[in-house]
């Protein structure tokens, strides 16, 4: 079916990655591309909300920048009112020539406070929603603006509408199997939750979207390939979700205890490492090596191994450690986000690679909206 396809190509690629930010920054491109549409924006559905989860904006940020507004973490309730709400629940396209213009009589309207917020200006709008196979709800994609020849903004065509609404449903396999995955994922961290009261699964989700942030800020620098910036990003999302699942075999009542811990206490606790890896080392291809060398190697100190310690294992650290430092403990007050980040910088070069706690100090903006999506309840 898929030499039928005209995606054939972009599918094929696509079915390459299982990171579900990955997997939405490609299908906003190329169906931002079949319509030349200056900005765009994906919801997924979760629960009874659409969660903004990927966004493109080429007037306000370079689409290579992307990543850096991830976590800015709308949540519309799904009703009628809005139009991405509208067309999650008649599971139609919408197809808006002026968003200015909408009779008074739609149940929806246009909320215009990104564009007062932003100095954007939305004309028009294609609504697809995004359906698994079975016709279950994924999410919604929106476009925005399409250009004309002239640069000015123009409606979006049948033919538009047709081949993006082609484009997602032939996607939508890959998108369901990478959402399924992020489901397993979060089931081992609910496991370790049970074990592990005083980890709620948010200290896992915050270190690896902040480890792999951490990623792009310094592979950005060194100037690497996209390409293999995603395919890195990739394999490290999980690893690092996944960086204390040796805790499982940890005595509970070593975890979540203060930094009182006795000489073999701290041991057996440090144990989670090795028992981590060990657990990776039997998941086959599912998790890679990265998720391996991660969880061995994710306390190791840089001026114990310095460039030898796996990149992977690097970040995790800085991410892991920041997250430590801004959680209320009950030995230690938690620290500000920008006095945390200052702590991390001044152990450049002893506790942690210093090229990358330099990146942390470059972040502030992600990380304050990282902690506002994985808030601790
Ligand atoms: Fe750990
Ligand atoms: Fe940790």
């Known amino acids: 079916m898929r030499e039928d396809s005209p995606f054939g190509d972009f599918l094929d690629n696509l079915a390459g990655y299982r990171n579900v930010d990955i997997i939405l920054d490609r299908i906003l491109l190329r169906s931002r591309e079949l319509c030349l549409a200056e ?11 659409l969660i903004f989860a990927y966004t493109h904006n080429d007037r306000l940020f370079p689409v290579e920048n992307a990543y850096r507004h991830i976590y800015a973490g709308t949540r519309l309730p799904l009703s009628h009112d809005s139009l991405a709400g509208h067309c999650a629940l008649t599971r139609k396209a919408l197809n808006i020539p002026n968003v200015r213009r909408i009779p008074k009589i739609a149940p929806y309207s246009f909320n215009d406070a990104f564009d ?5 200006r939305t004309v028009s709008m294609l609504m697809i929603p995004m359906l698994k196979r079975g016709g279950g709800l994924l999410g919604v994609m929106q476009l925005i603006n399409a250009q004309g020849d002239t640069g000015r903004v123009r409606s979006f065509s049948p033919r538009m509408e047709r081949l993006t609404g082609l484009l997602t449903k032939e996607a939508a396999q890959t998108l369901e199997n990478s959402r399924d995955r992020q489901q397993s994922l979060r089931r081992l961290l609910r496991v370790l939750h049970l074990h592990d009261p005083s980890e709620s699964g948010k200290h896992a989700e915050r270190t690896a979207a902040l480890a792999v942030l951490l990623y792009y800020q310094w592979a950005q620098k060194q ?3 996209a390409e293999q910036m995603r395919r890195y990003a990739d394999e490290l999302h999980p690893a690092v979700l996944l960086h204390d699942l040796g805790k499982i075999g940890v005595r509970p ?9 006795t000489e ?10 090795r028992l981590g890896a060990e657990l990776m080392a039997d998941a086959g291809n599912e ?3 990265l998720a391996r060398d991660t969880a061995l190697l994710h306390h190791q ?6 460039p030898d310690i796996p990149l992977c ?26 006095d945390a980040a200052a702590l991390i910088r001044n152990q450049a070069g002893q506790a942690f690679d210093p090229e990358l706690a330099e990146c942390l100090g470059e972040m502030q903006d992600v990380i304050e909206k990282i902690y506002q999506r994985f808030e601790e309840e």
């Open 39 to 49: 900005a765009g924006t994906i919801f997924l559905l979760e629960g009874e909300d």
């Open 116 to 120: 007062k917020k932003s100095g954007f």
């Open 223 to 225: 100037g690497q390939d």
């Open 253 to 261: 009542e070593l975890l979540g205890k203060p930094a009182t811990l």
């Open 264 to 273: 073999t206490e701290s041991v057996a606790l440090a144990e989670h490492c």
């Open 287 to 289: 998790l890679s090596e």
């Open 301 to 306: 100190r840089w001026d114990q191994g310095g």
């Open 313 to 338: 294992a690097r970040l995790a650290a800085i991410a892991d450690a920041f997250d430590a430092l801004v959680r209320p403990r009950a030995h230690a007050a938690a620290l500000a986000l920008d």
